[in-house]
């Protein structure tokens, strides 16, 4: 495992949960031609003094390396009994409406060594309707959860937010922790839900009796011309509404049927139903051909092919429960 030196300056910068992991310099010697942008110093995979709690070497710099890759959430961030210190992250530092991603990391206050085992559950956000005077939730994940065996410290969790901040109301956030016997958490912050550019879609929903659903498509900034895995949730409104909307134990299949808009609405081939997976999560295929605005029907079924939600056409004969995605 080698790590460049300007790594080491950013490591040193910007992160100082990292301390006690690069002690190690490399027992090679540098050619004084060298650039020092570019030489390596090694890293081997050591331990802290037995602490089996924390990561190696080698977990602690993948850590360092996809913390880089997302921003911190002050208001989310906290410490445990003076014991523990709690970060959360997004990709932009923010929150906008539909799905977002939102990570955690737990490091020791005493040494800034990353923490494997906790756990955080109970993810609470709440909408106060200023001018109606009543309060709803919004989908979310279960309990955060390990996404890659590279990231053992790292834990995601997500939140969809069916509304963005404004006039209209406010939200909080809160959730849970655990760390090593430790509880915490933190108890609704104020945070800020941006509106999607104009013109974007993500979240929809549709009924099923008395039952109101919410389907939200993940990522959709992730999609690329050409073939994509799709994916998205299904969640359903609880009772009360205050109460965070969990993933629907129902099952359904979801016809997609992307089109163009703005070029004659024309279509693609090889797209592919998203069905249930193992993980909750509903993934097919969806195949957009060039750049722009992609309009992504989208039809609801029971599993007996039964039309659900998305059959009442709009005129132009498509569905009218879609998302749209600027490529």
């Known amino acids: 495992m080698s790590i460049k030196l300007s790594d080491m300056k950013r490591i040193n910068r910007l992160y100082p949960t990292l301390l006690g992991v690069l002690l190690i310099a490399s027992a090679g010697s540098c050619n004084s031609n060298d650039d020092l942008g570019t030489q390596d110093i090694e890293i081997p995979g050591i331990t802290f003094d037995g602490d089996i709690d924390c990561c190696s070497a080698e977990e602690a710099l993948q850590v360092f390396r996809f913390l880089e890759t997302v921003k911190i959430i002050p208001e989310l961030s906290t410490v445990v009994d003076d014991k523990y210190k709690v970060f959360a992250y997004s990709r932009t530092g923010k929150f906008n409406v539909g799905y977002n991603d939102l990570y955690f990391v737990v490091t020791k206050k005493k040494n800034g060594n990353y923490v494997k085992n906790y ?16 309060k709803h939730s919004t989908p979310v994940s279960g309990p955060a959860q390990s ?53 974007q879609d993500w979240v929809k929903s549709f009924k099923q009796g008395n039952d109101t659903y919410y389907i939200s498509i993940v990522n959709p900034t992730d999609l690329k011309t050409g073939t994509n895995t799709l994916k998205a949730y ?86 009218s429960l879609f998302w749209d995605v600027t490529l």
């Open 234 to 319: 299904v969640s359903r409104k609880s009772t009360p509404a205050t109460t965070p909307y969990a993933i629907a134990s129902e099952s359904f299949r979801v016809d997609i049927d992307p089109r163009m808009p703005d070029m004659g609405n024309h279509t693609s081939p090889g797209n592919t139903p998203l069905t249930r997976q193992a993980d909750g999560s509903y993934q097919g295929t969806v195949n957009l051909t060039m750049t722009g605005l992609w309009r992504i029907h989208f039809t609801v079924r029971d599993l007996q092919g039964n039309i659900v939600a998305g059959g009442d056409e709009l005129k132009d004969g498509f569905s």
């Open 119 to 134: 756990e955080i559950k109970d993810l609470s956000p709440v909408m106060l309707m200023v001018k109606m005077n009543m």
């Open 147 to 199: 996404f890659n065996d590279s990231y053992a410290a790292v834990k995601r969790a997500w939140v969809s937010f069916i509304m963005s901040s404004g006039e209209s109301g406010s939200w909080t956030l809160g959730y849970n922790i655990e760390a090593l016997g430790t509880k915490g958490g933190v108890e609704d912050a104020d945070i800020t839900v941006n509106p999607l550019p104009a013109g």
